[in-house]
């Protein structure tokens, strides 16, 4: 059974930056594209960042580019989402998303596994 659990979220000032963790249960992860995606209250969820099965291919979206870095560890089975110069926009509960090929997708309907979400929240 395929378990994602993410960690690392809280409470920051603007400015500040939060690493996120999201360890895989599972022999699946070193072949498996990764993404991390946010949900604000009342909107959609959204791309973050997505990552390859390599790390050799990674997308952001326009909205954290330059600000926010999508990494991966394979012997670990752990993505990470380094998020730097955080916003009060930034707010949101993360969840990181785990597909069974090797490339990297941007919508959630092309992901097969979540984890719980973790709450990320940046003060003005």
């Known amino acids: 059974q395929v378990q994602l659990v993410e960690s690392g979220g809280g409470l920051v000032q603007a400015g500040g930056s939060l690493r996120l963790s999201c360890a895989a249960s599972?022999?699946?992860?070193?072949?498996?594209?990764m993404g991390w995606f946010r949900q604000a209250p009342g909107k959609e969820r959204q791309i973050v960042a997505a990552?390859?099965?390599?790390?050799?291919?990674?997308y952001y979206a326009d909205s954290v580019k330059g600000r926010f870095t999508i990494s991966r560890d394979n012997a670990k089975n752990t993505v990470y989402l380094q998020m730097n110069s955080l916003k009060p926009e930034d707010t949101a509960v993360y969840y990181c998303?785990?597909?069974?090929?090797?490339?990297?997708?941007?919508?959630?309907?092309?992901?097969?596994?979540w984890g719980q979400g973790t709450q990320v929240t940046v003060s003005s």
């Open positions: 998303a785990a597909r069974t090929t090797i490339v990297a997708a941007t919508t959630p309907r092309e992901y097969d596994y």
């Open positions: 599972g022999r699946f992860f070193s072949g498996a594209a």
């Open positions: 990552i390859s099965w390599s790390g050799g291919s990674r």
